[in-house]
């Protein structure tokens, strides 16, 4: 923001089955089939309830985190970068400042476009953008995670899909070190919060043009290459992590590997990883960043910097692990799988016969986690690049990582949850091993003991044999320890958000009262006004600096208010 900041072909396919249900398949284009499976009563008796409980519960805890993070929106004011962006976006308007980014600032020209846009009604629009990012962002995971089960041709139990979701976003915005910026500061969110929505969105787009006609998949391919560039000028991070996922992806639906049935998702991340491109590198050779490079002038690719990189890498990381609450995204990954298992009962994922040729499946599941380490070595050298050798401390830029590690750690839930719901539910018994014989008198049956009730919807309970009972012991053993686990990680980020709260509240009330203060002897034609710092977020304010000419915030600020000059209150 300032000039000492870096913010930073092919018509649908029938399904192998040859059913017309329209749920379509994933990227591929056909590669999966993903109809629904019916329901059954495998999940409707007390484990079932009690999994739909466990989901509202969680639901329940993180939703009411998340609402007051968006409520707390309404007590932003200014601090650090707003400033500037304050009086950019009144006298310069929405061309003027993304003009003035590209020229002298950073080059982000996506950024300085929304910047205009978000402030051009003083603070109503940074008010509003933390509901905006939970509600989207929430919407497009659910959404997203819906599509990847049906692929799977698995049911979606939607209570434990939103908890899932929720905890993932309750994690993302608190856990961290710096949860105001996380959520509630928009020139962070704006560069790195932005664009992971932009992108979740953007390959919901992509599978559900997969289901449609050539035109849909043009639009998606061409939409790609739009929002691909417009995230390229958003946040460098961001470029590293989703360029490099969308590549491999690319790579692995290539039609001869057995994945996808045609090119189009090969197409997509093509055009993806090209919008990126053409963003990054608009982005690279404005004035705006060649200037900012200037006051940082990098350090050639040496050894010892090398090594100094990875050494930051690992500082990150072992912040990241530091945060046991992290694990609540597995626990609530458990709860989701173990839904799905209860929901589909002897059923299991079906995908269509063949495709030997296919890479083994060992390494999909373990592909994220070199993807997420790539980009966030990636991420960290362009931190010490930018910032110097505190950098990596710049928890705010972290985000475009964190997403899809969280995502990985819900998903690598989830299939332990599905696992273990299998492996001691009615699909235990190997399909195929034949019932116990029985004698004759045994096979006739007792009208009056084993006729099931005509105007029952329950499906027959089968007969509860001490391994049914053991079965049920341990998926109700699982569901307490990942309900528990949830809960605690959510527990965990109760103290965080009651801090958070009470010191924007009360900045929010300081604030207020000064500005009336600084509005009424502006009114009285004062020329200059007096200013007390209001510190939250590790955010600069005026006077962080003891040298005005160098103190951008300071300036920003009495060219906000009109005076000539701030003094220190």
């Excluded at 200037?294 to 990875?310: D, M, N, R, S």
């Excluded at 945060?323 to 209860?342: E, I, S």
């Excluded at 998926?475 to 965080?496: F, K, N, Y």
């Excluded at 010191?503 to 009336?516: E, G, L």
Aim: hydrophobic share 45%; with cysteine; net charge positive.
């Amino acid at each position: 923001m300032s000039r000492t900041t870096f913010p930073e072909n092919g018509g649908a396919h029938t399904p192998p089955d040859g059913s017309q249900d329209g749920t379509g398949d994933g990227l591929e284009g056909g590669g999966v089939t993903a109809g629904r499976p019916e329901r059954n009563g495998a999940g409707e008796g007390l484990l079932g309830r009690a999994a739909a409980g466990a989901g509202l519960v969680t639901t329940a805890g993180a939703g009411a985190l998340l609402s007051v993070g968006a409520f707390l929106g309404l007590y932003v004011r200014p601090v650090s970068d707003d400033w500037c962006a304050l009086w950019k976006a009144r006298d310069l308007g929405v061309l003027g400042i993304t003009a003035d980014f590209y020229r002298t600032q950073n080059g982000r020209v996506t950024n300085a476009f929304l910047t205009g846009v978000l402030y051009a009604d003083d603070m109503t629009g940074p008010k509003l953008l933390p509901a905006l990012l939970v509600v989207t962002l929430g919407a497009g995971l659910f959404l997203l995670a819906r599509e990847a089960l049906r692929a799977l041709r698995l049911p979606v139990p939607a209570v434990a899909l939103a908890a899932a979701v929720t905890v993932v976003e309750a994690l993302l915005f608190f856990a961290g070190t710096r949860p105001y910026q996380a959520l509630l500061w928009a020139p962070a969110t704006l560069s790195h919060t932005v664009p992971s929505v932009l992108g979740v969105w953007a390959v919901i787009w992509a599978v559900r043009a997969a289901r449609g006609r050539r035109r849909a998949r043009g639009a998606a391919v061409a939409g790609a290459l739009l929002v691909g560039a417009a995230a390229g000028m958003l946040s460098e991070p961001f470029v590293a992590t989703a360029g490099t996922a969308a590549a491999v992806v690319g790579l692995l639906c290539l039609p001869g590997l057995g994945w996808a049935r045609d090119r189009y998702a090969t197409t997509w991340c093509t055009a993806w990883c090209l919008g990126l491109g053409i963003g990054l590198v608009l982005l690279t050779t404005s004035p705006g960043a060649r200037w900012r490079r200037a006051q940082q002038p990098e350090k050639p690719l040496t050894a010892g910097e090398i090594g100094e990189t990875v050494r930051d890498w690992l500082r990150i990381w072992e912040t990241i692990g530091g945060q046991w609450a992290y694990a609540g995204a597995v626990a609530a990954g458990v709860l989701l799988g173990l839904a799905v298992a209860l929901a589909a009962g002897d059923r299991g994922p079906r995908t269509r016969p063949g495709g030997s040729a296919r890479p083994p499946l060992w390494l999909l599941a373990v592909l994220p986690v070199p993807l997420i380490a790539l980009a966030s070595l990636v991420a960290a050298y362009g931190l010490r690049s930018g910032y110097g050798p505190t950098g990596w401390t710049y928890a705010r830029t972290w985000t475009s990582f964190l997403v899809p590690f969280l995502l990985t750690l819900g998903a690598y839930g989830a299939w332990l949850g599905h696992t273990l719901g299998r492996r001691f539910g009615p699909a235990a018994r190997p399909s195929g091993t034949p019932a116990p014989e029985s004698s004759g008198a045994e096979r006739t049956p007792d009208l009056k003991t084993s006729a099931p009730d005509p105007r029952s919807t329950e499906p027959p309970e089968a007969p509860r044999t001490p391994r049914a009972r053991r079965d049920r012991a341990v998926r109700l053993t699982v569901l307490v320890l990942a309900g528990s686990l949830t809960a605690a990680s959510l527990a965990a980020l109760v103290p965080t958000v009651r801090t958070t709260a009470t010191q924007t509240v009360s900045r929010s009330v300081a604030w207020d009262r000064q500005n009336a203060r600084i509005r009424a002897g502006i009114a009285d034609g004062a020329t200059e006004a007096t200013y007390r710092p209001l510190l939250i977020g590790g955010l600069a304010e005026p006077f962080f600096t003891e040298v005005y000419a160098r103190d951008w915030a300071a300036r920003c600020a009495a060219t906000y208010y009109g005076v000539d000059r701030l003094r220190r209150g």
